[in-house]
Every structure is written in structure tokens, then in C-alpha cells.
């Protein structure tokens, strides 16, 4: 059990108040960095999205005078013909206040035809139609005559002006033209530029799993953009309400006669927005392992469980959403099958799939957090999370970085 007061001596002791600035610019680290390693099952070489053979993540950062602050971010399934080699795909709604773009016709034909671009509130239909030109630019789509972009958003207007969206056709071009496998850049960049988690800055953030052998050695990735309130917790540890700063947190504390600012006092501004735990989170999943789209569902189920464990509630004004996709070759489809044959993986099967797709979801989520930097605009700054304040948090419970 975590001694408030030998926290709180412990805290000052090292000056991490939280009425203290965050973590300087360069100061990231990953999740497990930190000692925080969700689950039993091992990431992949890069703990991305991109361990997943094929896949391919591009960011562009949208910057633009003392007011937007924005960007968009590309996923693309595979390295081929997106159009007639279609990923099976599904989508799962953990809240629907959103404007996700092209989700009709996901869930009717359970595929992919498009990579998914994630983007800001208003942005999406400048960034649909970017993606619908990128596709029908392309020489073998000559006669193409209908495509379904899909394009995933969150609201950053607490910092960017939302309604402004320049220059987010370039932006879309940009993005899917820097796609990469390897390495992807997480915190304050790409459609994570202006995002908000818990009060704090959020951002992108990615992981992997990789299941033994004895269990299919499938890989599952997940790329998130945060932009969501709650009660933050990681790994257990109810680090928001100890740094005095989670969702209705007025109210409990009017309701219990306390002084505002938690066990440190203090209050700090800019939460309003965070207060009753709103926001957006988009969740995008890839696997290599053959699954359609009613078992992708299910999978994206999961990834709820993950983003619950970080502290979110899914309010009323949240929109969690998550895509899935696999990139198996042979669960892929040509939309001129007349007769489409699949060897997918059965029900009893996907046991171990839930369980990587719980622990990749969590711990991307705190690299969205952990990787962020500050943003200021006209409108105000937020801060990153203090790291130093949450370790000492975390090594209170006995969760240490690894030497």
C-alpha cells in the first residue's frame, strides 16, 4: 500500500512536486524504460505497429503560426496493391461521439481497401479526400470508379484551431509518402501534435506482442492517438489521483470538504477539459495471423480492455475507436472473387490474440504519454507528464526502471 506522506517527503525530496514544470524536452522515455512492461508475452523487435511485416507508419506534423497545431498520421496494411489485394478488417465502437470516415462500408464488406489516416476532428474530410485522390492517382486505379477512405479522427482544438485545418491535403501526401516500417516516432508528432491525455500532453504511441510458437507465433501491433481524460493508473498505480489531477476531481473533493489539489495540493491549470474525463482515442490494430473480420471485431473488443486499464471510462463526449486489420496473405481478397475461400484461424484460437492485443494497447498508451513533449500555442501550453514524479510513484509499488 502507498504511504501518501512517504511519497509525498519522497517527492519533494527529489523536487517533483507536481506543481513543478514536466520533464524537459529530450527527457522521453518508453513505457519500459520506466519498468512498465504490460503483460507475459514478449514485443517484437521494434515494439510497433510496424512488427507486423508489411506495415508501414508515416507522420507529418502540421505547425503553422501561434495557433494550429495539428497533423495526420498513415498506417498502410501492406507494400502492394491496396485496392485489389483488400485486408480483412473490422471496426469495434467502444464510444461513438466521433466522425469516423468510410465506416459503413468497412463494416459491410469487413476489408480494407485504403490505408487509414488518423487526423484532427475537422480535418477528416480534407483528409478523405486527399487519400481518395492519392489512391485514384495511382496508374493501375485508371478505371477505378468508387473508393472508401478511411480516416480516424480525435478533437485537438484545445490547442490547435481546429476550425483553421490548413494545409492537410499536403499534410496527407507528406504522411503517406515518409511511410516506413522499423522504428516509429511516438508523443507530440504526426495527428498527435495537439492531443490532450489526462490533462497532460498525449500523442502517438505504439507497441507489439509476439506469441510463442507453441501458440501460432503470430505478431499484433497497435498504434494509438491519444487524446482522452479519466483517472489516469499505470500499471496499477493511481498515479493521477496522486498527483492531484484526474476527472471530477471538483467535485469529490467539494463533495469531502477537501482542499482542491489532491494529496499535493496544488491544482494545476489548463484541466478543464480533462475534468469529466472527455476526449477521443483511436486505436488501430494489425496482425499478421489469418483472422476475418468477425474475429478482427473481437479483437478490437480487447483493445477497450487495454485503454480501460489506463483510466479511461469512455465519456459520454469520448469517441473509442478501434480498427483492426490483417495483413495475411492468405485471408486477403481481389474484388473481382466471385467465390472468396479462406483458411482462418478458429474461435479457440484467438484466446492469446485477446490477450496480446490487451497488453499492446496498454503499454502504447503510456508511450503516448511518456513520449510527449510540451506544446504551446495561443491558446496555452500543456506540459508533458512529470516522469520523474511518476517513478518515484511507480518505485513505490516497486516498479523500477531495468538497469
Known amino acids: 500500500m502507498i504511504q501518501i506522506s512517504q511519497v509525498c517527503a519522497r517527492l519533494v525530496a527529489v523536487g517533483c512536486a507536481v506543481i513543478a514544470t514536466s520533464a524537459p524536452?529530450?527527457?522521453?522515455?518508453?513505457?519500459?524504460?520506466?519498468?512498465?512492461?504490460?503483460?507475459?508475452?514478449?514485443?517484437?523487435?521494434?515494439?510497433?505497429?510496424?512488427?507486423?511485416?508489411?506495415?508501414?507508419?508515416?507522420?507529418?506534423?502540421?505547425?503553422?503560426?501561434?495557433?494550429?497545431r495539428t497533423g495526420v498520421t498513415a498506417i498502410?496494411?501492406?507494400?502492394?496493391?491496396?485496392?485489389?489485394?483488400?485486408?480483412?478488417?473490422?471496426?469495434?465502437?467502444?464510444?461513438?461521439?466521433?466522425?469516423?470516415?468510410?465506416?459503413?462500408?468497412?463494416?459491410?464488406?469487413?476489408?480494407?481497401?485504403?490505408?487509414?489516416?488518423?487526423?484532427?476532428?475537422?480535418?477528416?474530410?480534407?483528409?478523405?479526400?486527399?487519400?481518395?485522390?492519392y489512391m485514384l492517382s495511382k496508374p493501375e486505379n485508371a478505371n477505378v470508379r468508387s473508393i472508401n477512405p478511411v480516416v480516424g479522427e480525435t478533437n485537438d482544438g484545445q490547442l490547435n484551431a481546429t476550425r483553421a485545418r490548413p494545409g492537410i491535403a499536403a499534410a496527407v501526401n507528406r504522411a503517406l509518402a515518409s511511410a516506413d516500417t522499423g522504428?516509429?516516432?511516438?508523443?507530440?508528432?504526426?495527428?498527435?501534435?495537439?492531443?490532450?491525455?489526462?490533462?497532460w500532453k498525449g500523442g502517438i504511441g505504439t507497441s507489439s506482442r509476439r506469441l510463442p510458437?507453441?501458440?501460432?507465433?503470430?505478431?499484433?501491433?497497435?498504434?494509438?492517438?491519444?487524446?482522452?481524460?479519466?483517472?489516469?493508473q499505470m500499471a496499477g498505480v493511481p498515479v493521477g489521483q496522486l498527483l492531484g489531477r484526474y476527472a471530477f476531481q471538483r467535485d469529490v473533493e467539494r463533495a469531502a470538504g477537501s482542499p482542491p489539489g489532491g494529496a499535493f495540493g496544488g491544482m494545476l491549470p489548463g484541466d478543464l477539459g480533462a475534468e469529466r474525463g472527455d476526449g477521443s482515442c483511436m486505436i488501430v490494430i494489425a496482425t499478421d495471423a489469418?483472422?476475418?473480420?468477425?474475429?478482427?471485431?473481437r479483437l478490437g473488443a480487447r483493445a477497450v480492455m487495454g485503454l480501460a486499464r489506463t483510466g479511461s471510462s469512455a465519456s459520454n463526449g469520448s469517441g473509442d475507436y478501434v480498427?483492426?486489420?490483417?495483413?495475411?496473405?492468405?485471408?486477403?481478397?481481389?474484388?473481382?472473387?466471385?467465390?472468396?475461400?479462406?483458411?482462418?484461424?478458429?474461435?479457440?484460437?484467438m484466446s492469446a490474440l485477446f490477450q496480446a492485443v490487451t497488453e499492446a494497447t496498454e503499454e502504447a498508451l503510456y508511450d503516448a504519454l511518456l513520449m510527449a513533449t510540451p506544446v504551446s500555442t495561443r491558446a496555452g501550453r500543456v506540459t508533458a507528464l512529470p516522469r520523474d514524479s511518476v517513478r518515484v510513484l511507480l518505485e513505490a509499488r516497486g516498479i523500477r526502471s531495468p538497469r
Open 25 to 68: 524536452v529530450g527527457a522521453q522515455q518508453r513505457a519500459r524504460a520506466m519498468g512498465l512492461a504490460p503483460g507475459v508475452f514478449t514485443p517484437g523487435p521494434n515494439n510497433a505497429i510496424t512488427d507486423v511485416a508489411g506495415v508501414r507508419v508515416g507522420h507529418e506534423t502540421v505547425t503553422l503560426g501561434d495557433s494550429v
Open 76 to 133: 498502410i496494411p501492406h507494400g502492394g496493391d491496396l485496392y485489389r489485394d483488400r485486408v480483412p478488417a473490422a471496426l469495434h465502437v467502444g464510444n461513438g461521439f466521433g466522425k469516423l470516415l468510410g465506416v459503413t462500408q468497412l463494416r459491410e464488406l469487413g476489408e480494407l481497401e485504403t490505408p487509414v489516416l488518423l487526423t484532427c476532428t475537422l480535418c477528416i474530410w480534407q483528409a478523405g479526400e486527399a487519400l481518395a485522390q
Open 183 to 199: 522504428r516509429v516516432t511516438e508523443g507530440s508528432v504526426g495527428a498527435g501534435h495537439g492531443t490532450v491525455m489526462f490533462g
Open 213 to 232: 510458437a507453441s501458440l501460432g507465433g503470430y505478431t499484433v501491433g497497435v498504434i494509438v492517438q491519444g487524446n482522452y481524460g479519466g483517472v489516469l
Open 290 to 297: 489469418p483472422i476475418l473480420s468477425r474475429n478482427l471485431e
Open 323 to 349: 480498427i483492426a486489420f490483417s495483413t495475411a496473405p492468405r485471408v486477403r481478397r481481389s474484388p473481382d472473387a466471385t467465390v472468396s475461400t479462406n483458411d482462418e484461424l478458429g474461435n479457440d484460437a
